[in-house]
Nanobody, 120 residues
Framework: QVQLVESGGGLVQAGGSLSLSCAAS????????MGWYRQAPGKQRELVVA???????NYADSVKGRFTISRVYAKNTVYLQMNSLKPEDTAVYYC??????????????WGQGTQVTVSS
């Protein structure tokens, strides 16, 4: 019963910036990890970055130094600031959250996906 709603995305030229947001709602007891994944046509979904309950971040090497994740715990919201975008960043970006619902059942929920297109 935990839903994620994403916003942001769009078209940007190489070198530009975009910001994504994702808000979790439902019967949430705790969110232990939130992150962003992406999937390009013909490729497997891959981790972009995730932040744990302890505040530790795990960035893919391909985005390290360019992307920044931030989390607003009180709003169950996570953001992804993407700078110095490259055409290789073009993909559908999915928000992910893992944790426990109010009835203490684990959940692993995904957002609907948002398209990010970076032109050369």
């Amino acid at each position: 019963q935990v839903q994620l709603v994403e916003s942001g995305g769009g078209l940007v030229q190489a070198g530009g910036s975009l910001s994504l947001s994702c808000a979790a709602s439902g019967s949430i007891f705790s969110i232990n990890e939130m992150g962003w994944y992406r999937q390009a046509p013909g490729k497997q979904r891959e981790l972009v970055v995730a932040v744990t309950s302890g505040g530790m971040t795990n960035y893919a090497d391909s985005v390290k130094g360019r992307f920044t994740i931030s989390r607003v715990y009180a709003k169950n919201t996570v953001y992804l600031q993407m700078n110095s975008l490259k055409p290789e960043d073009t993909a559908v970006y999915y928000c992910n959250a893992r944790g426990y619902s109010a009835n203490i059942r684990s959940f692993d929920s995904w957002g609907q996906g948002t398209q990010v297109t970076v032109s050369s």
